[in-house]
T-cell receptor, first 109, second 114 residues
Framework: GQSLEQPSEVTAVEGAIVQINCTYQ??????LSWYQQHDGGAPTFLSY????GLEETGRFSSFLSRSDSYGYLLLQELQMKDSASYFC??????????FGTGTRLTVIP | EAGVTQSPTHLIKTRGQQATLRCSPI?????VYWYQQALGLGLQFLLW???????NRGNFPPRFSGRQFPNYSSELNVNALELEDSALYLC?????????????FGPGTRLTVT
């Protein structure tokens, strides 16, 4: 079967750094995507890793280790607006995304 | 550029009825995806359409079906509604040249089955 594990909830202080981990077990693997979803909003694409290593986009970075079936999303200089749910999603085939259950991030003052 | 649009925003149906949800992708996007997001769960993949054809479907019963029109808009039909079908249904689209890892989502249709 296929599985994705990520923490259900994370709380962090404004201005701090937080890391959201994702481990996966899937039958196929093309890459790992991350999406952000605010309450009542639509998921929005954040990043994609197909190769091992760190990808940086502004305050957000995403890491992948294919050998460990593991990735993480790193959020720096946290802002209140970063409070949202974050989903990792494994691309198991062309145009096929398998989503995790999401991590709810709460940023506190 | 207009984003992905979905209608209706909310839909209330009775068990056993049929529901039809609609989606218009971003202009230039030919792939449309449907997901179910039940409370506390992640996004469960339902269907993928591209160029008018169903390309893949998730682990859902046949009463979940849909189609894609020549203008690339799509509709999702859910027959014989059950209480557990109550969820947020999200539509997404992607560029024809992409591999689908970057999908653009609409705001969703909240389906409530009573």
């Amino acid at each position: 079967g296929q599985s994705l594990e990520q923490p259900s909830e994370v709380t962090a202080v404004e201005g701090a750094i937080v890391q959201i981990n994702c481990t996966y077990q899937t039958s196929g693997f093309y890459g790992l995507s991350w999406y952000q979803q605010h309450d009542g909003g639509a998921p929005t694409f954040l990043s994609y890793n197909a190769l091992d290593g760190l990808e940086e986009t502004g305050r957000f970075s995403s890491f992948l280790s294919r050998s460990d079936s593991y990735g993480y999303l790193l959020l720096q200089e946290l802002q209140m607006k970063d409070s949202a749910s974050y989903f990792c999603a494994v691309q198991t085939g062309a145009n096929n995304l398998f989503f995790g259950t999401g991590t709810r991030l709460t940023v506190i003052p | 550029e207009a984003g992905v649009t979905q209608s209706p925003t909310h839909l209330i149906k009775t068990r056993g009825q049929q529901a039809t949800l609609r989606c218009s992708p971003i202009s230039g996007h030919t792939s449309v995806y449907w997901y179910q997001q039940a409370l506390g769960l992640g996004l469960q993949f339902l269907l993928w359409y591209d160029e008018g054809e169903e390309r893949n479907r998730g682990n859902f019963p046949p009463r979940f079906s849909g189609r894609q029109f020549p203008n690339y808009s799509s509709e999702l039909n859910v027959n014989a509604l059950e209480l557990e079908d109550s969820a947020l249904y999200l539509c997404a689209s992607s560029l024809p040249t992409a591999e689908g890892y970057e999908q653009y989502f609409g705001p969703g249709t909240r389906l409530t089955v009573t």
